[in-house]
């Protein structure tokens, strides 16, 4: 039986436990930094930045997403912004990820929500096949940038 739920604070310790995970599947286990302080304020504290939900399979934790919502100019709404989501590898191919992104596409819909959207890396391809199996398109014309540690620091600075 697989389910979804909203993470609480005692699941800090999993929800890390998944993104190391997630790190070493995509090569990045040393980019890590999160903690289960970090996750605890950032997840749950009062100035909350993202949410996230725990899936479990026979009521053990198998996977996580984390969202937070942006906002689209064009469309005058908000969105919501896939930063992750994971399902352990005993776990794939049981329907879990394509539930966290139905629960996720009904956060957004009941929400109000203009878009969802997220990143996948280009060799991703088992992730890819998913995504496009539920009629997601790839937006080919974007480049994504990013700014951090002593580039962004220069610049908030300079």
Aim: proline share 4%.
């Amino acid at each position: 039986m697989i389910s979804i739920r909203d993470a609480v604070p005692e699941d800090a310790a999993t929800i890390l436990r998944f993104i190391t995970a997630l790190a070493i599947y995509e090569k990045a286990e040393h980019e890590v930094e999160a903690t289960i302080e970090l996750l605890q304020e950032s997840l749950f504290g009062p100035r909350a930045a993202a949410r996230a939900v725990i899936c479990e399979v026979d009521g053990k934790p198998a996977g996580f997403a984390v969202w937070f919502y942006n906002y689209s100019t064009w469309q005058a709404r908000k969105g919501l912004y896939l930063e992750d989501l994971y399902v352990s590898p005993e776990h794939r191919g049981s329907g879990a990820g394509k539930m966290l992104l139905k629960h996720l596409a009904r956060v957004a819909f009941t929400e109000g929500c203009g878009r969802l959207e997220w990143s996948v890396l280009d060799w991703n391809e088992p992730a890819i096949r998913v995504y496009e199996s539920i009629g997601a398109e790839p937006l080919s014309e974007w480049t994504r940038y990013r700014l951090t540690g002593k580039e962004l620091e220069a610049l908030a600075t300079d």
